[in-house]
């Protein structure tokens, strides 16, 4: 009996240790079976190449009805165990099905075959880039790479090296640092997404830039509420009699001739770079922006251009820097010292303005007029695509430096009056040209909300009563000039789909400059901003207007015959003084009602 025991206790042994090895193999089988499938998924591979083939399905078929056999079940290998397991094999093999397909590229698609949707910085220091495509590109491996491009770079760089590699699908997302302030900061950069081919690179992407550039900013001040969009080029040795003016708004000039040294004075290091300020001209700025916002005015900086000579020649674009006796030039966003300077610039000057207790700016002008090539934005001529798109490199790095610093700031650039009247004789561009080009080319590369500063003088600008009728102000889009008896064709232009902001919304659009001379007569220098300031109102799409100006110029009136101020080089407030003061007051119509038979008519 107990021979008889040992003998049943020895082939009971041995079936366990047979069905522990028959478990484990089955078990190590349907692990590789898993494990082969994930390979396809990670690997991209096609399942309509490289999915399991007849023979293979056949005994996968063999290999799950051979679970069902009951003498397979013991306490080592149950029911439980092998439903697992073949569930997990299903799972792997649907994501294999449902893996996109793999698309040979053609030379048409291959540089926009994958979108980048979104370049965002997230968390303050991250950049996240966000992609999409309609299926995977074939290529040497199963990557794609991001590449970083400088601004003024419209192609992977020679030599680059990718900031990081992502497994490709339909929808992915690559996160990176930001780098603010430091020498390898990503703040001003595009990104492209490229995949391997034949060993090199090849960008599948058209380049983006970070859209949101405030989500960095240490500041957000965007202003003070007001009553009305009045608003005047102040006289700087006169700034105590603004307070009588009842303003909402002042503009005022920053030359960077001006607020730039080459040694001492305040050091700014940006981006590993030391810039110099002046500090009695800087400390001179602090205390106007401090006396006009505690009237309750806000600021509008004016950034000029008139380095050309200065320690700073980076800031000028290099074909600008000779051949003009231009007041201003065209900022360089073209070379890697040029983006450098212009950044350091104008994050030195929003960080000072946005909340530090020097006085506050709340929108920001880069440039004077820039399709008055010859006079106001000087590079040699050339086609109007590649000026603008030079002004346009350089703007974004304005408008991404200054947001990185005061989230709610606006930045606008500003044309003149002229529409479409401009042509390779006068050597300047349409104004209706530039804006077409630098819209289209800031939405292509990922759109920001920049605003428009617009001039709408009477053209010529001696043409004080601009209600009378010319051949150069008509109501159609193609009018030659656009002054305020046509300011609808400006403000309906902006509410083109093209135009709008990335909300949808028609973009912030200020007068930065208007005014008329009194050289005609005072009463029709009066009646004539009392007729604009209501076509203005009822309009509804301008948010501030800046009068030019407090005091007439002395170098305007000898050089161009304009008196445009509200009173004379010495002081004598003109006629058009009172009307200004009370033109949003309680007062206004016993301060314009003169104006409608100069004018015509009624008109408020």
């Given at each position: ?142 990557y794609y790479y991001l590449f970083e491009e400088a601004t003024y770079e419209d192609s992977i760089p020679e030599n680059a090296e990718p900031l990081a590699k992502i497994y490709k699908n339909e929808n992915t997302s690559f996160t990176i640092n930001l780098n603010k302030g430091q020498e390898d900061s990503r703040l001003f950069s595009k990104f492209t997404v490229a995949v391997k081919q ?11 830039y970070i859209t949101n550039p405030g989500a960095c900013a240490g500041y957000s001040y965007g202003g003070m509420k007001h009553h009305s969009i009045k608003g005047i080029l102040p006289d700087p040795l006169r700034i105590s009699e603004l307070a009588d003016l009842n303003l909402s ?356």
């Amino acid at each position: 009996m107990k021979k008889r025991g040992r003998i049943r206790s020895g082939a009971r042994a041995r079936r366990n240790r047979r069905l522990v090895i028959l478990s484990s193999i089955v078990a190590g089988s349907a692990l590789i079976f898993v494990v082969l499938a994930a390979i396809y998924v990670i690997f991209g591979m096609d399942p309509s190449k490289d999915a399991l083939e007849p023979e293979e399905a056949t005994d996968m078929a063999i290999f799950e009805s051979s679970f069902q056999e009951p003498e397979l079940v013991s306490e080592y290998l149950n029911s439980s165990i092998i439903s697992s397991i073949v569930d997990a094999g299903h799972s792997v093999t649907e994501a294999v099905k449902k893996r996109p397909k793999t698309v040979e590229m053609t030379d048409a698609n291959r540089s926009t075959f994958v979108n980048i949707d979104n370049c965002l910085i997230v968390d303050t220091k991250k950049v996240q880039i966000d992609c999409s495509s309609e299926g995977i590109p074939s290529s040497d491996d199963k990557y794609y790479y991001l590449f970083e491009e400088a601004t003024y770079e419209d192609s992977i760089p020679e030599n680059a090296e990718p900031l990081a590699k992502i497994y490709k699908n339909e929808n992915t997302s690559f996160t990176i640092n930001l780098n603010k302030g430091q020498e390898d900061s990503r703040l001003f950069s595009k990104f492209t997404v490229a995949v391997k081919q034949g060993g090199e690179y090849v960008s599948v992407a058209h380049s983006k830039y970070i859209t949101n550039p405030g989500a960095c900013a240490g500041y957000s001040y965007g202003g003070m509420k007001h009553h009305s969009i009045k608003g005047i080029l102040p006289d700087p040795l006169r700034i105590s009699e603004l307070a009588d003016l009842n303003l909402s708004y002042a503009a005022y000039n920053i030359p960077l001739s001006h607020i730039l040294v080459s040694s001492g004075g305040i050091s700014y290091n940006y981006d590993g770079v030391t810039y110099h300020f002046n500090t009695g001209v800087i400390e001179t700025y602090d205390e106007l922006f401090k006396k006009l916002n505690k009237m309750g005015i806000d600021v509008a900086a004016i950034v000029l251009n008139n380095a050309n000579t200065s320690t700073y020649p980076d800031l000028t674009h290099p074909d600008a820097r000779r051949g003009s006796t231009a007041p201003y030039y065209m900022f360089n966003g073209v070379t890697d010292g040029g983006v450098r300077a212009c950044a350091a610039v104008a994050s030195f000057l929003a960080g000072r303005y946005s909340g530090s207790g020097h006085g506050n700016v709340s929108m920001w002008i880069i440039a004077n007029e820039v399709n008055a090539r010859k006079e106001y934005n000087y590079m040699p001529y050339v086609d109007v695509e590649t000026y603008t798109l030079a002004f346009t490199k350089a703007f974004r790095v304005f408008y991404n430096a200054i947001l990185s610093q005061n989230s709610a700031a606006k930045v606008y650039f500003s044309i003149d009056q002229r529409w479409t009247m401009n042509s390779q004789k006068t050597g300047d561009y349409n104004a209706k040209d530039f804006l077409d080009i630098l819209a289209a080319s800031i939405k292509e590369d990922g759109d920001i909300d920049w605003g428009l500063a617009a001039h709408p003088y009477s053209y010529p600008n001696g043409n004080t009563a601009f209600w009378k009728s010319t051949k150069y102000t008509t109501h159609s889009v193609d009018t030659p000039a656009i002054s305020m008896d046509n300011l609808e064709v400006l403000t309906n232009y902006m509410q083109r789909p093209e135009m709008l902001d990335t909300s949808g919304d028609v973009r912030s659009i200020i007068l930065s400059e208007i005014g008329y001379s009194s050289t005609s007569g005072e009463t029709l220098q009066a009646a004539a901003f009392a007729y604009a300031y209501s076509i203005m109102e009822k309009n509804g799409y301008i948010d501030a207007l800046m009068l030019s100006r407090q005091t007439d110029a002395s170098d305007e009136i000898a050089a161009l015959k304009l008196a445009l101020g509200l009173q004379t080089t010495g002081g004598k407030h003109k006629y058009i003084y009172n009307v200004f003061k009370y033109i949003d007051t309680d007062k206004r119509k016993d301060v314009i009602s003169f104006a409608y038979d100069i004018v015509g008519k009624t008109f408020d």
